[in-house]
């Protein structure tokens, strides 16, 4: 499958903050080669491992963060280090690094010694706060920034003696490498539109904290602090609860509030099949909602269209109470009405409607001699093919390829 950045050859330090840019450009078809300590990179030791086997090559961590690379081992530090590298980088186009500041300027092999001869290039630095900053010297992991950047804030329950809650999926690097991901896209238009390329000073901070939803805007231009709710936005004033448990313990979201005739239609036919239209408290006020012809919320709301409201979040709620948690979603779903099942990682891999969405992509592993399932296309562009290109490299497995 040809990508949208085939004949783009990038080279990535391999590190924390990196890697999921690095990832992206190369199921989109880039070249990427990833440069490695000897021994591989620190992250190979990140846990779980295949068969819980603790080799470099078995980190599942790496794994899904290298697919569609070439893997080359440089010391930088040793005397021939530096020499290799701007070998490698000679012909490359981009540059993606996540190294502390001042350590590539030591070696000589900084964005201004590298683009001195060659203005085309483009080089993308991602520290923790900016290079400018000293707290970019200070080590950060994916929990701390969460935190110190908001993003951990509007995430967590109702009950908020229960402390903030980090989003699970290293959602920190994502949003940073996405962000490095785009500034070498947005890089790469300009130089094609004639101009040079650019050093761009990447914050993982600074991404992360415009990343936080409304949170940040409400503070700054409202001077309000939002609150977290339970499967719900985060809001400086609180909304109605929405996560309730189905029939079979599991938890579903009722969503958003249905609010045509339509809706309150359905509900009723609903009700009605499961044979429980007369337990449901306040359903006739669902009538009185299509005789209105639904509510209008974008109008004051007035006490009859505040119940009738309710009583279609009711309605839902017992709903759920009656039947299991998926076919509670998926009976809403055909009915087109909004709501969620809360599904487990696993669950979400295996269901259905994300198998034909294609996040399921088998990956030939042949040192393992069998497929590998990985998560698919984080997005999907029909002008722009995503695809694994090829398993994640082995410790240095194009060293002798790309430098001898």
């Known amino acids: 499958m040809t990508g949208a950045l085939d004949g783009v050859r990038v080279v990535e330090i391999a590190g924390v903050w990196s890697a999921w840019a690095g990832k992206l450009l190369g199921d989109l078809g880039a070249d990427v080669v990833v440069v490695e300590p ?4 620190v992250t190979r030791r990140f846990g779980p491992f295949v068969a819980d086997e603790l080799h470099p090559d078995r980190s599942l961590w790496w794994w899904y963060y290298n697919t569609s690379k070439r893997s080359v081992v440089i010391d930088l530090d040793a005397p021939a280090g530096p020499d290799a590298f701007r070998r490698l980088v000679a012909d490359a186009d981009v540059v993606l690094e996540g190294e502390a500041p001042g350590r590539l300027a030591a070696l000589g092999i900084d964005h201004s010694d590298m683009r001195a001869d060659r203005p085309e290039l483009i080089w993308v630095s991602v520290t923790s706060h900016g290079r400018a900053s000293a707290r970019s010297a200070e080590p950060w992991t994916d929990l701390t920034m969460s935190a110190a950047a908001g993003v951990a804030w509007p995430n967590g329950y109702d009950d908020h003696t229960l402390a903030p809650m980090r989003g699970r999926g290293n959602q920190t690097l ?6 490095a991901a785009m500034a070498v896209l947005t890089a790469l238009l300009h130089r094609d539109a004639g101009g040079p390329g650019q050093h761009v000073d990447l914050s993982a901070f600074a991404a992360c904290n415009v990343t936080t939803e409304g949170s940040t805007f409400f503070y700054l231009v409202a001077g309000e602090t939002v609150q977290r709710q339970t499967g719900r936005h985060a809001m400086a004033q609180p909304t109605q609860a929405v996560q309730v448990r189905a029939a079979d313990g599991r938890y579903v979201s009722t969503g958003f509030l249905p609010m045509s005739a ?27 909602g299509i005789a209105r012809a639904g509510v209008d919320v974008t109008k004051e709301l007035d006490p009859e269209a505040l119940a009738i409201l309710e009583a279609g979040r009711a309605a839902l709620v017992h709903i759920a109470a009656h039947i299991p948690a998926v076919d509670f979603f998926e009976g809403a779903q055909r009915r087109d009405l909004q709501v969620g099942v809360i599904f ?37 562009m029909t002008g722009s093919p995503w695809a694994i290109r090829r398993r994640p490299p082995l410790v240095g497995e194009h060293t002798d390829e790309l430098l001898h």
């Open 38 to 41: 000897p021994g591989g990179h």
């Open 344 to 380: 487990s990682p696993d669950e979400a891999y295996e269901n259905e409607h994300f198998v034909a969405r294609g996040i399921q992509v088998a990956v030939r592993h042949d040192e393992l001699d069998r497929d590998v399932g990985y998560p698919g296309a984080p997005f999907v």
């Open 174 to 179: 994502q949003i940073t490498g996405t962000f």
């Open 262 to 288: 339509a809706d309150f239609r359905v509900i009723l036919d609903w009700l009605d099949d499961l044979g429980i239209r007369d337990t449901s408290p306040e359903v006739f006020f669902l009538d009185i």
